[in-house]
């Protein structure tokens, strides 16, 4: 069933259930209002008849005999005067068979030649006034005032139907604009959704679906960039790989090892590549499935050095306090060692790299200096880009992801790095986070 005919049915048999309800407590109320009207008259004709007779003297019902008075049966009001003794004095109904007698005064219902009448007696200086009417004209005016009441009732609730009908309708025609134009996009097309006056309650909807197209065209771009990054980047090592290894079948002795020394050094720099490219899908995608160890600016120093071969080439300058840092320890290790493993490339043998700790302003930086030889003058925005080594760079070392697999890790826990040439040479890294809460145990 479609939302508008839900919202149809499901608001019309309220209307309708509503209406029906009120409808019955009008009826109640009016039966009761009628009955009260012409008891109310009834009684106020009873005491008009009764000031009447008052204002005869006595000795005008000394001859009288018959009623005086008579009016067709089928008139719906009657009346009678009983004398004090129970004589009947007058009355308009004379072919009654029974009189007006009423045992008592006030209201009584009785039936009178098989017709059911309502009865009021007024008594005054021994006088009984009684009035009645039918009741059949009774139930005869109260269906002329309900039939009265409801056309207008009845044509009121089919106009709000229809007016319903239409109000659902307009109301959701921007819903209907929404699906016609996600049918007409190409599977491809992840531009915004524009809906000319959404209503306050759709533009949530149309903003989330808008940051779902957005994220998702980010996803397709990141899956796009690692397919073309990899090929790009892995087809180089393939082709030395798959060479060294034909060299090695066709050599023998000292010259076939030294071939497949090469293949196999081809294979570990590939190994690394993927490793590199996988963490920065990662971490570029936004993932959280990361292990949330907590860690220390010690601990991350220390793990990020066993996993270099050559780490003893870094000094370690800290303040012996140990900092926990808001990242995520793999993460962590991963950022200050490729930092390490970058500085270590371009720092001669012979020569040391530092790495410092600060705490400053509720942030820890790690700090890594070399003594390379990038100039002091020269731009340092190249150096996250992807691939990029640099022109000084050995050839075959690295895969230019270390530096920009940092940035991101640094972006990612609202982190920072910056680049900055010294003056005799070579660079000063400073990669910062902020600091983390202690935990308690």
Same mark, same amino acid.
């Given at each position: ?25 009008? @009826?109640?109320? &009016? ?7 012409? *008891? ?81 007696? @007024? ?64 599977? *491809? ?7 000319? *006056? ?14 779902? &197209? ?144 600060? &705490? ?82």
């Amino acid at each position: 069933m479609s939302l508008r005919w839900r919202l149809l049915l499901t608001l019309g048999l309220s209307f309708a259930a509503l209406w029906g309800l009120v409808a019955v407590w009008l @009826y109640s109320d &009016l039966q009761d209002q009628v009955r009260d009207t012409l *008891d109310q008259r009834l009684a106020a004709s009873a005491r008009m008849v009764a000031g009447l007779v008052a204002q005869l003297p006595e000795s005008a019902w000394q001859n009288t005999g018959d009623p005086v008075l008579s009016v067709p049966s089928s008139a719906g009001v009657a009346c009678q005067i009983n004398a004090p003794s129970g004589r009947v004095l007058m009355r308009t109904h004379g072919q009654f068979d029974d009189g007006l007698e009423s045992p008592a005064p006030g209201f009584t219902d009785r039936d009178i030649d098989g017709e059911r009448w309502r009865l009021f007696t @007024y008594v005054q200086n021994g006088v009984h006034i009684t009035t009645a009417d039918r009741l059949v004209e009774r139930s005869a005016l109260q269906r002329n005032v309900i039939a009265v009441a409801a056309v207008p009732f009845a044509v009121a609730l089919l106009g709000s139907l229809v007016v319903l009908w239409f109000g659902i309708r307009r109301g959701l025609r921007p819903l209907e604009r929404l699906r016609g134009e996600l049918s007409r996009r190409a599977p *491809d097309t992840l531009t915004p959704v524009e809906i000319d *006056d959404a209503p306050t309650e759709l533009r949530p909807a149309v903003d989330t679906l808008n940051q779902l &197209l957005v994220r998702t065209g980010e996803t397709l771009a990141r899956e796009q960039r690692f397919t073309s990054d990899a090929a790009h980047e892995l087809r180089t090592p393939l082709t030395a790989i798959k060479t060294h290894v034909q060299l090695a079948k066709r050599l023998d002795g000292d010259k076939a090892y030294a071939a497949l020394a090469q293949a196999e050094a081809g294979i570990a720099r590939l190994q690394r590549t993927l490793e590199q490219l996988l963490l920065l899908a990662r971490v570029e995608a936004g993932e959280s499935h990361f292990d949330m160890e907590q860690a220390t600016s010690s601990a991350i120093a220390t793990a990020a050095l066993a996993d270099l071969p050559n780490g003893g080439r870094v000094g370690i300058h800290e303040n012996g306090v140990a900092i926990p840092v808001a990242v995520p320890k793999a993460l962590a290790t991963a950022a200050l060692r490729n930092l390490l493993d970058n500085a270590l490339r371009h720092t001669r043998a012979d020569r040391e790299v530092s790495l410092a700790i600060e &705490l400053k302003a509720a942030r820890v930086t790690f700090v890594v200096c070399d003594q390379g030889d990038w100039p002091a003058d020269r731009d340092t925005q190249p150096l996250t880009q992807r691939f990029w080594r640099g022109a000084a760079s050995r050839a075959g070392a690295g895969s230019g992801l270390g530096l920009t697999i940092a940035a991101a890790i640094a972006e990612r826990f609202a982190g920072e790095l910056v680049f900055e040439p010294r003056p005799g040479g070579g660079l000063a890294v400073r990669l910062s986070w902020p600091r983390a809460a202690l935990s308690e145990d």
